[in-house]
């Protein structure tokens, strides 16, 4: 405790503590650089689902002219049903993860659940039955217990212990700069790239899952070994 609180007392300070920030994004380990592109990916596509899923079941699923029809309304209502389905599969399938990892290994059951979040997102395209829609999102369910969880485990082998908290904290800027670029950008590729196409975007999103999902399969998932006893 007398070493802890005598490297806090070094490194009071904004000026300090940016720096530490920024030498520590310079010295990242390899595996949180190989995640930083799973995270991007994966967020990006995540993205794509919440701006236009309602839109795409409203006019692809029940076929509503315009956004003053009632099948309107009762699209975006049953895309909030969908969105209550993923989380309740999330809350399931999260206790059947961690048996998923030892059996298999982190990296696998990771790429393994994004697959089936991306099959979800991809197969709205073909669906016009809603309740077809739920077995879609049991495959975004799935993917989203796993991204809540085992990016942050395999990430928290490679890190030194002294700066867990600051790569843990660093780690979270690959879930907002995807946010940014969304934000951003995603309106621009609509109107010029997919012509306002809600479903082709949800489509895109599942691309994406796919793309994190091979990502993947190039990061180095290293376990820490225990702390010797004393």
């Known amino acids: 405790m007398d070493a802890f609180h005598r490297m806090k007392s070094e490194k009071t300070g904004i000026g300090r503590n940016a720096a530490?920030?920024?030498?520590?994004?310079?010295?990242?380990?390899?595996?949180?650089?190989?995640?930083?592109w799973v995270q991007i990916c994966t967020w990006l596509g995540l993205f794509?689902?919440?701006?236009?899923?309602?839109?795409?079941?409203?006019r692809n699923v029940f076929g509503a002219p315009d956004e003053s029809s009632l099948l309107y309304t009762q699209?975006?209502?049953?895309?909030?049903?969908?969105?209550?389905?993923?989380?309740?599969?999330?809350?399931?399938f999260s206790f059947v993860l961690p048996m998923l990892a030892r059996v298999t290994s982190r990296k696998i059951t990771h790429t393994t659940c994004l697959l089936c979040g991306a099959a979800g997102?991809?197969?709205?395209?073909?669906?016009?039955?809603?309740?077809?829609?739920?077995l879609s999102m049991t495959g975004v369910g799935i993917a989203w217990a796993s991204i809540l969880s085992m990016p942050y485990a395999i990430l928290s082998g490679s890190l030194p212990p002294q700066k867990t908290g600051v790569y843990m904290g660093i780690f979270n800027f690959f879930i907002v700069?995807?946010?940014?670029?969304?934000?951003?950008?995603?309106g621009w590729v609509m109107a010029h790239v997919l012509n306002n196409n809600r479903l082709a975007a949800v489509v895109a999103g599942?691309?994406?899952?796919?793309?994190?999902?091979?990502?993947?399969q190039r990061v180095q998932d290293v376990t820490r070994a225990p702390a010797a006893e004393t």
């Open 177 to 186: 700069i995807p946010e940014i670029l969304a934000s951003l950008g995603l």
């Open 20 to 36: 530490e920030i920024f030498h520590s994004i310079a010295q990242m380990p390899q595996t949180m650089k190989q995640l930083a």
């Open 206 to 216: 599942g691309i994406f899952l796919i793309l994190a999902a091979i990502l993947t």
């Open 48 to 58: 794509c689902m919440w701006l236009y899923f309602p839109v795409a079941v409203a």
């Open 75 to 92: 699209g975006i209502e049953w895309a909030g049903i969908c969105f209550a389905m993923y989380s309740a599969v999330c809350f399931a």
């Open 121 to 134: 997102l991809l197969s709205v395209a073909v669906i016009h039955n809603k309740e077809l829609l739920l």
